[in-house]
């Protein structure tokens, strides 16, 4: 059969020579030796200084509504600046994905199976677990860092000159530094996750995706989206265009109704995803990220990928063109690929030595938290680690409640909370990619004090003071954690933040020399 690639458009800017900016004389070092690590981390560094920091969003808390709807506006003068037209960005050919949980594993999926059939691919994913580059993938694999240093100021060269007093906010620029790299290396797809909510979201500026996505939805980011599931199904909603289909994974009646509603009213086509159940898998397969809760994910990912091909005109072999919302016959290198997928900090098992395991899972809110607790007993029980000490590193962020999160462990047989601040080392390098200065040490102390707490209240027997310990950074955590392994064996559980999860896997690569990011 013929197949025909999506078109992959577009005249391409080239890269702008250094501007007169005093940027670029901060890179200049003597002789004019510009290395690319030195202007990766004056990247990072630069990019670092456009996240708000504590007191500023506190400040700001009170404006939340008007600054949202400013979003998309200075998102399209940020792109004119940049000169990224409309054409280029649909020319993507966008799979463009919101939801509460699972965005990351459902797009990850759909690019590892059209990466399998040779397609060019571009992923934007957030957020990050040891390197900012891992947000923005090509292929698979993150932007190198030459490439990132490069684009990272043109973009940021030419928007420091047209609107230095009102520069965009962190995730706005990687957002626009995505789309910059994307155009410039050609990808044939880009699979698109959202930020937060969907309707007032950066990535919403595109007009015209191929599909759009909506995946399990759940309460987080409540004081921004609505503590009810009708309010947030509202914003996740946002991202529907006319003519353009969308998918969504089971979820409540209420929000439900209000999916089908605004796609109604922008003429959206709409289908639930099936249950994996509904599909034939050519052989069985034992998918690349782990846990029963992923299944979800994979369908929806399956009809995203139908979608998109049937779309664009792309033959995936061995799949028939059929009703989207159904599910079909799920050929052997469909399966290769959803094996082949891999989304660290999501149901990771990692062995560092004879005697630790660590169980790692980016789940935040309570669904995930009951989906991690779940996967961690069945990999408990698979390990036969039963009766091995368990630590939990734990710590929860930004408006998440301790309490409500911590319960559904409780099955897990943890005899020892740790806790601290979502930092990595107790002093802040304002070029390092885990650099967040969003939630204050303080508020970030206090919090682990409670997640402590919560779980000694939690508990229906007398808790020791040595079985809650908090420390001020993840590295001295994570010494106090190995330091134990020398007298008995251990399995530590770490959850409650993707910042977390990403910092004790930096620090297990750099012991182990392991690349597991
Ligand atoms: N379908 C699901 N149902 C419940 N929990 C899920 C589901 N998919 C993923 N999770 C949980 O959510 C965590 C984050 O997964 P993933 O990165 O895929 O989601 P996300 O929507 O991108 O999250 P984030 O809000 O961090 O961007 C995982 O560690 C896992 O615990
Ligand atoms: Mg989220
Ligand atoms: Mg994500």
Known sequence: MMRFLPQTNRLLLPSTSSTACGVN????????????????????????????????????RGQRENLQAMNLPQCR??????????????????????????????????????RHQGLKTGLYTSPHLVHVRERIRIDGDPVDEKTFAEEFFHVYDIIKKEHSENMPAYFKFLTLLAFRIFIKMNVQ?????????????????????????????????????GSKLSEIAWHKAGIFKKGVPAIYSPTTPEAEEVLLSRAADKST?????????????????????????????????????????QKCEFVLPGIENGQAGKGFD????????????????????????RNITYLLDGAHTPKSMEACSEWAAEEIAH???????KILLFQCT??????????????????????????????????????????????????????VTSWKESM???????????????????????????SQEILVIVTGSLHLVGGVLNLISNKTHKKLV
């Not at 799920?330 to 030595?353: F, K, N, Y």
């Not at 319960?407 to 002093?427: A, E």
Request: charge should be negative; aromatic fraction near 6%.
């Open 460 to 486: 229906d027997h007398k808790v020791s003071e040595d079985q809650m310990k908090v420390f001020d950074c993840i590295s001295t955590a994570f010494e106090f954690i190995e330091e134990q392994a020398s």
């Open 269 to 309: 086509s709409i289908y639930e995803a099936p249950p994996v159940s509904a599909y034939h898998f050519a052989r069985q397969i034992s998918p690349g990220i782990s846990g029963v809760h992923q299944f979800s994910n994979i369908s929806l990912a399956l009809q995203l990928v139908r979608v998109w091909s």
């Open 189 to 225: 797809v880009v699979i698109l996750e959202v930020g937060i909510g969907g309707e007032y979201d950066c990535t919403n500026v595109i007009e015209q995706p191929k599909v759009c996505g909506v995946t399990t939805l759940d309460y987080d980011h409540i004081s921004i989206l």
């Open 25 to 60: 004389q901060l890179r200049m070092t003597s002789g004019n030796a510009v290395t690319s690590v030195s202007r990766y981390e004056e990247a990072v560094r630069l990019l670092n200084s456009l996240q708000s920091n504590a007191a500023t969003i506190k400040k700001l």
């Open 77 to 114: 003068k940020y792109l004119e600046s940049l000169k990224i037209f409309d054409n280029d960005l649909n020319a993507l050919n966008i799979i463009h994905v919101s939801g509460t949980k699972g965005k990351g594993s459902t797009c990850a999926y759909a690019e590892a199976i059209l």
């Open 330 to 353: 799920v050929p052997l290198w469909m399966c290769d690929a959803i094996e082949s997928c891999r989304w660290p900090g999501r149901s990771q098992v990692v062995t560092t030595e």
């Open 383 to 389: 390990l036969k680690k039963e009766k091995v000490k």
């Open 398 to 451: 930004a408006d998440r409640c301790p309490s409500t999160l911590i319960q559904y462990l409780k099955p897990l047989g943890i005899s020892q909370i740790v806790s601290c601040p979502t930092q990595l080392y107790s002093s802040i390098d304002k070029s390092a990619d885990s650099t967040n200065l969003n939630a204050s040490r303080d508020e970030q102390m206090d919090k682990a004090q409670q997640c």
